[in-house]
Nanobody, 120 residues
Framework: QVQLVESGGGLVQPGGSLRLSCAAS????????MGWYRQAPGNQRDLVAG???????NYADSVKGRFTVSRDSAKNTVYLQMSSLKPEDTDVYYC??????????????WGQGTQVTVSS
C-alpha cells in the first residue's frame, strides 16, 4: 500500500501565496509521476499541475505563470507553489501519484485532499 499525506492548505487573501506539499510512503518501488488536482463540490476533479519523476511538468492553462510544481525525489514528495492566488482558485486540492509498488504493479493513489480558500 501507498499513502499520500498532504499539507499546506488554508485561507489566503487574493494575491497571496501558499505552498502545498504531498509526501508518498509505503511499498514504493518507483514513482512515475505525481501531481495536483482540484475539485469543487459537484464538479469533476481537474488536473492543476503534474510532474514526471524525470522532471517534465504540465499545467492547466488557468494556473500557468502563477503555480509551480516541483518534486524532491529523495523524499518522494511533490510541492505546489501557488502565487497570485485568485478567489476562483478556491477548491479542495488532491495529490495524486502514479506508483510502481513492490509486487503489485503500477497504481494510481490519492491523498485525502486539502482545502485552499482565497478570500478577503
Amino acid at each position: 500500500q501507498v499513502q499520500l499525506v498532504e499539507s499546506g492548505g488554508g485561507l489566503v487573501q487574493p494575491g497571496g501565496s501558499l505552498r502545498l506539499s504531498c509526501a508518498a510512503s509505503g511499498s514504493i518501488f518507483s514513482i512515475n509521476a505525481m501531481g495536483w488536482y482540484r475539485q469543487a463540490p459537484g464538479n469533476q476533479r481537474d488536473l492543476v499541475a503534474g510532474i514526471t519523476w524525470r522532471g517534465i511538468t504540465n499545467y492547466a492553462d488557468s494556473v500557468k505563470g502563477r503555480f509551480t510544481v516541483s518534486r524532491d525525489s529523495a523524499k518522494n514528495t511533490v510541492y505546489l507553489q501557488m502565487s497570485s492566488l485568485k478567489p476562483e482558485d478556491t477548491d479542495v486540492y488532491y495529490c495524486n501519484a502514479d506508483v510502481l509498488t513492490y509486487g503489485r504493479g503500477t497504481h494510481d493513489y490519492w491523498g485525502q485532499g486539502t482545502q485552499v480558500t482565497v478570500s478577503s
